[in-house]
T-cell receptor
Framework: DADVTQTPRNRITKTGKRIMLECSQT?????MYWYRQDPGLGLRLIYY?????DINKGEISDGYSVSRQAQAKFSLSLESAIPNQTALYFC?????WGPGYFGPGTRLTVL | QQQVKQSPQSLIVQKGGISIINCAYE??????FPWYQQFPGKGPALLIA?????SEKKEGRFTISFNKSAKQFSLHIMDSQPGDSATYFC?????????FGTGTRLQVFP
């Protein structure tokens, strides 16, 4: 089984809809991250969490929110999706410095 | 604001050759420099990382060279193989807020 799983893997939604992307990990790591990948822009950090009670904004947190339901679960929400949030989203975990293990990604399309 | 500049954007290397990808950073406070490898349809995977107290780190065929005064670091892939064909990202940080380069697509031909 994969160490970091993301659901859904693909999602098409409409502008204005609320959407949640979920991430689960079996690594036992405290640190979890949400990244967004756009062609030609690399990966950009949306939010990160060091433990269940610790949530931190990344460089592009506007329009996103997160919830750390348990050590193993970290979900990303788009409260009102807009087309420029169309991207590939990755969840990642780490036991120390920076993301070490990435999930397979969620391809999100906002029409 | 691009704080980590990566080049080239794409690279074609023959099997057995050396692949070299370069990155330059601006923030002198950065103290952690990892490289990630990403295959199509997969998430990135941490490949190798270095801290600025050493000038070189080698793991198998992969080597990071670090030049603190020039604020540059590079990834060398020795004896490149077709299985190395992937996109490579450099990154830099002082905390957990990694700043990624824009990626280099490497293609290794037999």
């Amino acid at each position: 089984d994969a160490d970091v799983t993301q659901t859904p893997r693909n999602r098409i939604t409409k502008t204005g809809k609320r959407i949640m992307l979920e991430c689960s990990q079996t690594k036992g790591h405290d640190r979890m991250y949400w990244y967004r990948q756009d062609p030609g822009l690399g990966l950009r950090l949306i939010y990160y969490s060091f433990d269940v009670k610790d949530i931190n904004k990344g460089e592009i947190s506007d329009g996103y929110s997160v919830s750390r339901q348990a050590q193993a679960k970290f979900s990303l929400s788009l409260e009102s999706a807009i087309p420029n949030q169309t991207a590939l989203y990755f969840c990642a975990t780490s036991e120390s410095w920076g993301p070490g293990y990435f999930g397979p990604g969620t391809r999100l399309t906002v029409l | 604001q691009q704080q980590v500049k990566q080049s080239p954007q794409s690279l074609i290397v023959q099997k057995g050759g050396i692949s070299i990808i370069n990155c330059a950073y601006e923030n002198t406070a950065f103290d952690y420099f990892p490289w990630y490898q990403q295959f199509p349809g997969k998430g990135p995977a941490l490949l190798i990382a270095i801290r600025p107290d050493v000038s070189e780190k080698k793991e198998g065929r992969f080597t990071i060279s670090f030049n603190k005064s020039a604020k540059q670091f590079s990834l060398h892939i020795m004896d490149s193989q077709p299985g190395d064909s992937a996109t490579y990202f450099c990154a830099a940080s002082r905390t957990d807020k990694l700043i990624f380069g824009t990626g280099t697509r490497l293609q290794v031909f037999p």
